[in-house]
């Protein structure tokens, strides 16, 4: 079972490294349009749970602060995700965006129990010099035509960290819940765009794959995949998996023509990216307790 819960939440990861690319190939749909098609397809595999198994509906029944998390996460990362992909260039905003692996274990390390580590400082340290080698286009001249695009991955990276951490409290939720989470924000981020954005739809065929391919899986499938992963598998491995994330998506984007590869580009992967690897360090290198007993 643990394993298995491990192998699902890592394909939760694996589809995440192509949320940057999809979104760079969705073509100039306002960000909250996005969201709000995306997340009612990212809703219609458990929605359709739900109709064959209407009696699953009493586990949407929780508790305020579980929604006001959940929904603040996804609505949050996601309205501030799509911004940042909008208004600065794809691999440098996405690269800014997944910070969050690094901020969950500095995080973590200062919740009771915990203590921060050298290397967690280092880590860090480590992150934001790749964040500076990202914004700092020109050498200490940071250029401001992206300056709402860096702005927003800022923000995204802590509201997902934030989300991440805080979820932590609520083992014992459904993962049935997270439709309701993909429902809400989808409601919520339609209504964003009728006040705030004009309508703008696909142009052609290939940007409206990329937006069907966001709801059915970075921004859909994914959702469910890591909540049974980290409730059922072993939260250690997949944390310090989701550190590859911000390079394979890197990589994608450079793979399919979204960036050019650069030293600088190069720099700052490699920073951020050894940063959240090295403040993980220690959840890397934990091995599993030999008295543990084994799965039913």
Not at 61 to 71: E, F, S
Not at 90 to 99: D, K, M, Q, S
Request: proline share 5%.
């Amino acid at each position: 079972m643990k394993v298995r819960g491990t192998l699902i939440g890592f394909t939760a990861i694996l589809m995440w490294s192509l949320l940057a690319l999809m979104t760079a190939a969705s073509g100039t749909m306002p960000p909250f349009q996005l969201a709000a098609i995306t997340f009612a397809i990212g809703s219609l595999p458990g929605v359709l749970l739900l109709a064959v198994k209407p009696e699953r509906i009493k586990l949407l029944r929780q508790p305020p602060k579980v929604w006001l998390i959940g929904i603040g996460g996804l609505f949050g990362y996601h309205a501030l995700y799509f911004t940042a992909l909008r208004n600065a260039p794809a691999v440098e905003a996405g690269l800014i965006a997944y910070l969050w692996p690094l901020l969950i274990v500095v995080g973590s390390a200062l919740l009771p129990g915990e203590r921060l580590r050298w290397f967690h400082v280092a880590g860090a340290i480590a992150g934001l010099a790749g964040t500076f080698a990202i914004i700092s286009r020109s050498g200490l001249n940071f250029d401001q035509a992206y300056l709402l695009g860096y702005g927003a991955a800022f923000l995204c990276a802590f509201t997902w960290s934030g989300y991440s951490l805080l979820t932590r409290r609520f083992e014992a939720v459904s993962t049935d819940v997270v439709t309701g989470f993909c429902l809400a924000t989808s409601a919520l981020s339609f209504l964003c765009h009728l006040a705030l954005e004009t309508t703008v739809w696909p142009a052609n065929g290939s940007e409206w794959a990329a937006v069907i391919g966001l709801g059915l899986l970075p921004v859909g499938a994914a959702f469910y995949a890591w909540d049974y992963g980290v409730k059922n598998g072993d939260i250690q491995i997949l944390g310090a998996a989701s550190y590859a994330a911000p390079l394979l998506s890197t990589l994608i984007l450079t793979l399919f023509g979204f960036a050019e590869p650069s030293l600088r580009i190069g720099l700052a992967c490699l920073l951020i990216t050894g940063g959240a690897m090295l403040a993980a360090k220690e959840m890397i290198r934990r091995k599993p307790k030999r008295s543990e007993a084994p799965a039913e």
